[in-house]
């Protein structure tokens, strides 16, 4: 009985040893150099916190993060939830709507970049088709329309991917309920109201997660487009970080990566608890 208990654990046990030596190891050494100079390692406290939240960088920064997050994530959720009940009822043609909105995730970076490239450059495609009606068109990534690119971006390539993690949640759902609450008369938006949202709680949290960790990746088109310093409109928390590790600002770096990592591990956990409630209930 014990060695059938200890073997998960030594299956386990590489994975653990690799991650504490590569990631563990290296983070806690983070937070230690967070409280010390980056020349002369004297011991400064809580000095380099302090530095970090009152650079104007990093206001702009973290304002332009959170203006994205708050944009992207209920817009992504809500489409793909809807998109997945439309398509969950239409089983014929599920197969055909899954591999059509699942085809922009197996497109390349690089690709996605050269197409956004070609289509709102000054020179780009959209100018041009706007010329052609007689509008004047404009450098659509230097003006605050960047941030709805990044916006039409980050959706257009994760719509397809919530989409199917939202169509596995309501195949969990007994049809015997559908069946049980169309007989005792409640028609469509009552079933839905009724049965199909109540019981999606746990898959929302999981696909929120899901997507608020895809929304940090959208750093990728941001930079290849627009560079180091783009308009200031999706100016993020990324770029902050790559251009302070560009220039070894490691005192700023490592204070902002601690409160960063601490922050996101505590939205984590609420949301961790607020789903357990949820399935108390």
């Not at 653990?16 to 010390?36: C, E, K």
């Not at 944009?71 to 959720?77: A, E, I, R, V």
């Not at 690119?149 to 919530?162: A, C, E, P, Q």
């Not at 839905?192 to 949290?205: C, D, E, N, R, V």
Request: proline share 5%; net charge neutral; charged share 10%.
């Amino acid at each position: 009985m014990k060695k059938q208990i200890k073997t998960p654990y030594l299956l386990l046990l590489p994975s653990l040893l690799g991650t504490s030596v590569f990631v563990l190891a290296p983070f806690l050494d983070v937070i230690r150099r967070s409280f010390f100079q980056a020349v002369g390692g004297g011991f400064v406290g809580l000095s380099n916190y302090r530095q970090v939240l009152e650079n104007e960088a990093f206001q702009q920064a973290l304002f332009h993060t959170l203006q994205f997050l708050f944009t992207c994530l209920p817009l992504l959720l809500l489409l793909s939830f809807l998109l997945a009940v439309l398509v969950y009822h239409l089983p014929f043609a599920r197969p055909l709507f899954e591999a059509a909105f699942l085809f922009p995730m197996a497109i390349p970076v690089a690709s996605v970049v050269v197409f956004w490239r070609l289509t709102f450059h000054n020179e780009g495609l959209l100018n041009k088709a706007l010329s052609f009606l007689g509008f004047t068109g404009q450098d659509w990534m230097n003006t605050p329309a960047a941030f709805w690119v990044l916006i039409f971006s980050y959706i257009w390539k994760n719509l397809g991917y919530d989409m199917i993690l939202w169509i596995a949640g309501l195949s969990q759902i007994p049809k015997e309920q559908y069946e049980a609450a169309a007989v005792s008369g409640a028609g469509p938006l009552r079933c839905f109201f009724f049965i199909t949202l109540p019981q999606m709680k746990g898959s929302m949290a999981m696909i929120g997660v899901l997507s608020f960790v895809n929304a940090f990746r959208v750093f990728r088109e941001a930079y290849l487009i627009a560079g180091d310093y783009p308009h200031n409109s999706i100016y993020m928390l990324q770029h902050l970080f790559n251009n302070w590790f560009t220039k070894l600002d490691i005192q700023k770096m490592t204070a902002a990566a601690v409160m960063l990592a601490l922050v996101i591990s505590l939205l984590l956990l609420g949301l961790e608890l607020w789903t357990e409630k949820q399935e108390d209930v």
